[in-house]
Structures are given as structure tokens and as C-alpha cells.
């Protein structure tokens, strides 16, 4: 049963447009998410979050917007560049502390 | 050190045999986590330990899988009897708030 879901395995996108990532969760108790970039043969590295208490987070082209009722999040990357094709995995937290991630979704963005 | 550090960064071991896993994390942080990714898979969670609390051991695929965190620092995952399924990238990642730092990984095959 998955508690965090990227419904989409692959995006592609072209250079200077906007890259759209979805991630939605069933847990009612995460209030804080976040999303991080892996490159082959790398650890994730961690790129932006969201406190269930916003709905939105900017930090410089990437952007996540929240959508609690929805139990929706996004992460937006405008103007995408050829250097951020890699894996975005989107993750959630509660009290407990235990962070669960989606399955990833691998962004390619074309010269 | 400066990051989570993993060894060893590649292992090779024969069906059947045991294989200990290491982790040193991030200096002061008192959560770490055991992640794996098979191939073309996301980010499956094995196991969590916070302070001194009793480990989340719920992500454990079975009983062949065990890890011990010494002193609230060094941690090691130990798999028994490794099968080829257990052939993946075994990730380790500390925190000691609510972002997560990752290691490299450990990539094991299991032949």
C-alpha cells in the first residue's frame, strides 16, 4: 500500500520551459514534505520542502505547491535546464519521523 | 565527517552468504534511516532509529534483514543467507531535524 505515489515514471521536457512534478499521499498525518534529485550512482540529494502549514515554498527555479485537501504536491522548475534531468523522488513525514518516499520520476530536459 | 558515509561502495557476494553493511553518519544527527532501490525501483524503506528509541523495523523484507545502530552513531545492515533479489542499492541516511541527508550507497550484487 503505497502512502506516497508519482504516478509518473518519466517526464520530458524541453529546455526553458517548465517542468511539472505530482506527487500525492494517503496519510491525512504527514505535515511536512519534501522533494530531492538523484543522479545515477549518487545518494539523493535533498532540494526543496513544505510545511503542511503553507501552501506554497518558492527557492530561486524550483517551487512546491501543497494541496491538502487534494493531498496534492508539486514541484515546478521553471526555466528547466539540461542539468536537472535526473530522478525526482517527492517524501512525507509525520510525527512519527519515519520518511517515506514516492517511486521517483525521471525528468529529461532537452537542449 | 562533512556527509553520510557508506562503505562498502560496491559489493559482490556469492547466493548464501552473509554481507554486513556499514553506515557512518552525519556527526550530532540522531535519526538514521536504511533505504533500498532495486533497479528501476524508488526509494523502498527498511528501517529507522531515533535516539534512543526502539528502531521502526517495519520496512524489513524478512527476517534475513537486520541492523544495528551502536552508541547512537555507526549503524550496520546485516543481510543473512543473501538471495538475488536482495541485489540493489542499499542507502543510508541520517538527519537530526526534519531534512535528510543522504550517503552514496552501497551497491550489492549478489551472484
Known amino acids: 500500500d503505497q502512502q506516497v505515489k508519482q504516478n509518473s515514471p518519466s517526464l520530458s521536457v524541453q529546455e526553458g520551459r517548465i517542468s511539472i512534478l505530482n506527487c500525492d499521499y494517503t496519510n491525512s498525518m504527514f505535515d511536512y514534505f519534501l522533494w530531492y534529485k538523484k543522479y545515477p550512482a549518487e545518494g539523493p540529494t535533498f532540494l526543496i520542502s513544505i510545511s503542511s502549514i503553507k501552501d506554497k515554498n518558492e527557492d530561486g527555479r524550483f517551487t512546491v505547491f501543497l494541496n491538502k485537501s487534494a493531498k496534492h504536491l508539486s514541484l515546478h522548475i521553471v526555466p528547466s535546464q539540461p542539468g536537472d534531468s535526473a530522478v525526482y523522488f517527492c517524501a512525507a513525514t509525520g510525527s512519527q519521523g519515519n520518511l517515506i518516499f514516492g517511486k521517483g520520476t525521471k525528468l529529461s530536459v532537452k537542449p | 565527517g562533512a556527509g553520510v558515509s557508506q562503505s562498502p561502495s560496491n559489493k559482490v557476494t556469492e547466493k548464501g552468504k552473509d554481507v554486513e553493511l556499514r553506515c557512518d553518519p552525519i556527526s550530532g544527527h540522531t535519526a538514521l534511516y536504511w533505504y533500498r532501490q532495486s533497479l528501476g525501483q524508488g526509494l523502498e524503506f527498511l528501517i529507522y532509529f531515533q535516539g534512543n528509541s526502539a528502531p521502526d523495523k517495519s520496512g524489513l523484507p524478512s527476517d534475513r534483514f537486520s541492523a544495528e545502530r551502536t552508541g547512537g552513531s555507526v549503524s550496520t545492515l546485516t543481510i543473512q543467507r543473501t538471495q538475488q533479489e536482495d541485489s540493489a542499492v542499499y542507502l543510508c541516511?541520517?538527519?537530526?531535524?526534519?531534512?535528510?541527508?543522504f550517503g552514496s550507497g552501497t551497491r550489492l550484487t549478489v551472484v
Open positions: 541516511a541520517s538527519s537530526s531535524g526534519r531534512q535528510v541527508a
